[in-house]
């Protein structure tokens, strides 16, 4: 059974930074694309970001580019987010992603792709 377990989220005051990860359990990710994406109240999911893994290609949103950082390691089956600069408006429940095909096509941010995600982490961004 394939889990995807994310942690680090919580509450932060805006301009400061927060480190997701995302284990992934029972499932082996070879060239794929991962992704992290979110969710706000009244809002619609969004991409946030994606890697394709077995290039380390990497693909942001506009709103989160220089400030969001993806990266993964093969060896712990871990995929991380690092955020800096937090602004409020990065308030979200945050969810990671695999399996979202055998590259970051120009859609992965709707999402749809992907096959397996994980239950969320909250992240609280206070002004």
């Known amino acids: 059974q394939v889990q995807l377990v994310e942690s680090g989220g919580g509450s932060v005051q805006a301009g400061g930074s927060l480190r997701l990860s995302c284990v992934a359990s029972g499932y082996t990710y070879g060239a794929n694309c991962m992704g992290w994406f979110r969710q706000a109240p009244g809002k619609e999911r969004e991409g946030v970001a994606a890697?394709?893994?077995?290039?380390?290609?990497?693909f942001y949103a506009d709103s989160v580019k220089n400030r969001f950082t993806i990266s993964h390691d093969n060896a712990k089956n871990t995929l991380y987010l690092q955020m800096h600069s937090l602004e409020a408006d990065d308030t979200a429940v945050y969810y990671c992603?695999?399996?979202?095909?055998?590259?970051?096509?120009?859609?992965?941010?709707?999402?749809?792709?992907?096959?397996?995600w994980g239950q969320g982490t909250q992240v609280t961004v206070s002004s």
């Open positions: 890697i394709y893994t077995i290039r380390d290609s990497t």
């Open positions: 992603a695999a399996e979202g095909g055998d590259y970051c096509y120009t859609t992965w941010a709707r999402g749809k792709d992907f096959i397996y």
